[in-house]
């Protein structure tokens, strides 16, 4: 699986949108953009995943470059509740496996 | 439809005994895999079974062990348990098919060696 790079933490002000980058630069095309979050000490919680083109459903949208050498995670409206750890994994279909980084720690402040 | 279960949610184990511990996936779920988590190594994949074989497996002791039932419930086993094994366990389950495969996690048991 293609390594992906992530900052280590982000703040995010209640009510806004908060964008979370993801740096996978060696993707290969048959490789998709994953995204889950974890709030401490639970399980993983998927969010959402593309291909090429930009998703969206009821939680948040994905935007993948044209190159889809990168990708950013919005979530449109923060609220306390999405403060987590967010984790951007590039995996090829029916793996059966997910190579995990650190993930970006999110924190959404009042 | 019910998420993904992991039982027991918590357990306490001594050095060197053994624990078992149950996944039941998603209805309709074949491939279940598992992970490790700890503070110091992250995320890390243990190994995945698809139709009662293992079809992956990540770079652990053979301490670590697993199986796959016919109604693709899965327990993993660790044997002579050490403190280093303390961890959240998670399993996570997925449709195989047409397109690309999610995984949803379960809870997690969390396992605490003394």
């Known amino acids: 699986d293609a390594k992906t790079t992530q900052p280590t933490s982000m703040d995010c002000a209640e009510g806004r949108a908060a964008n979370l980058p993801c740096n996978h630069s060696?993707?290969?095309?048959?490789?998709?953009v994953y995204w889950y979050r974890q709030i401490h000490s639970q399980g993983p919680q998927y969010i959402i995943h593309g291909l090429k083109n930009n998703e969206t459903n009821e939680m948040a949208s994905l935007i993948i470059t044209e190159d889809r050498k990168s990708s950013t995670l919005i979530l449109p409206h923060a609220t306390l509740r999405d403060t987590a750890v967010y984790y951007c994994i590039v995996r090829v279909a029916n793996a059966g496996k997910s190579t995990f980084g650190d993930g970006t720690t999110l924190t959404v402040k009042p | 439809k019910a998420g993904v279960t992991q039982t027991p949610r918590y357990l306490i184990k001594t050095r060197g005994q053994q624990v078992t511990l149950s996944c039941s996936p998603i209805s309709g779920h074949r491939s279940v895999s598992w992970y490790q988590q700890t503070p110091g190594q992250g995320l890390q994949f243990l190994f995945e079974?698809?139709?009662?074989?293992?079809?992956n497996k990540g770079n652990f002791p053979g301490r670590f062990s697993g199986r796959q039932f016919s109604n693709s419930r899965s327990e993993m086993n660790v044997s002579t348990l050490e403190l280093g094994d303390s961890a959240l366990y998670l399993c996570?389950?997925?449709?195989?098919?047409?397109?690309?495969?999610?995984?949803?996690f379960g809870p997690g048991t969390r396992l605490t060696v003394l």
């Open positions: 060696t993707i290969s095309g048959n490789e998709y």
């Open positions: 996570a389950s997925s449709f195989i098919g047409q397109g690309t495969d999610t995984q949803y």
């Open positions: 079974y698809f139709s009662e074989t293992q079809r």
